[in-house]
């Protein structure tokens, strides 16, 4: 079974540090991985994705991710992070590509708070 | 615009009282999805559908029941069997790519 472990619930740093969330995961095959990001009482919205090549994916507001298959990891990073990152984000993983829409698997999420 | 929507904003159940949570596309995305949110444990997934007339149980079924007689549309009905239903109820869409979301259904019980 597929699985995504968020270890960190909660993170503070302060505005302008750099940032990293964490995120394991467990998939039998290729895995095809997210970070979202949600404000309270709304939707999720798709931070950046990975598929297959480059292991370095950039996504939107700044954000990074390194997919690294020897540590089952996928983790976000941010070099400067703003008051208005402060949210919760999430770490998916699903079926790849192609015609296969299955199951998708999200971690608890983590929790940033922002320092001024 | 293309999107998601769901609907209800916010909804309130009573006791023994079955309720249905609107979730409509106009992405023309093959799969759709129902999550449950709780503060703390994150998105459990509830019930998915990869073509009309075709859906798989999740993780956290039970209380719970789903239609897909149109792609553009997938109710959740939460029934009285769902003893705990109080939670922020999102639905998504995708076809190869990452899940669309919509915006949320806020359900309490009175």
């Known amino acids: 079974a597929q699985s995504v472990t968020q270890p960190d619930i909660h993170i503070t740093v302060s505005e302008g540090a750099s940032l990293e969330l964490r995120c394991n995961y467990s998939?039998?095959?290729?895995?095809?991985l997210f970070w979202y990001v949600q404000s309270p009482g709304q939707g999720l919205q798709l931070l950046l994705k990975?598929?297959?090549?480059?292991?370095l994916v950039q996504g939107i507001k700044g954000f990074e991710a390194e997919f690294k298959r020897s540590q089952s990891s996928f983790n976000l990073r941010k070099p400067s992070v703003h008051w208005s990152d402060a949210a919760e984000y999430f770490c998916?993983?699903?079926?790849?590509?192609?015609?296969?829409?299955?199951?998708?698997?999200f971690g608890q999420g983590t929790i940033l708070t922002v320092h001024p | 615009d293309g999107g998601i929507t769901q609907s209800p904003k916010y909804l309130f159940r009573k006791e023994g009282q079955n309720v249905t949570l609107s979730c409509e596309q106009n992405?023309?995305?093959?799969?759709m999805y129902w999550y449950r949110q709780d503060p703390g444990q994150g998105l459990r997934l509830i019930y998915y559908?990869?073509?009309?007339?075709?859906?798989q149980k999740g993780d956290i079924a039970e209380g719970y029941s789903v239609s897909r007689e149109k792609k553009e549309s997938f109710p959740l009905t939460v029934t009285s069997a769902q003893k705990n239903p109080t939670a922020f109820y999102l639905c998504?869409?995708?076809?190869?790519?990452?899940?669309?979301f919509g915006s949320g259904t806020q359900l309490s019980v009175l």
């Open positions: 998504a869409s995708r076809t190869t790519g990452p899940p669309a």
């Open positions: 998939y039998g095959a290729t895995p095809y």
């Open positions: 990975y598929f297959s090549g480059d292991t």
């Open positions: 998916a993983v699903g079926a790849g590509g192609g015609t296969s829409y299955g199951k998708l698997t």
């Open positions: 992405l023309n995305h093959d799969a």
């Open positions: 559908s990869q073509i009309v007339n075709d859906f």
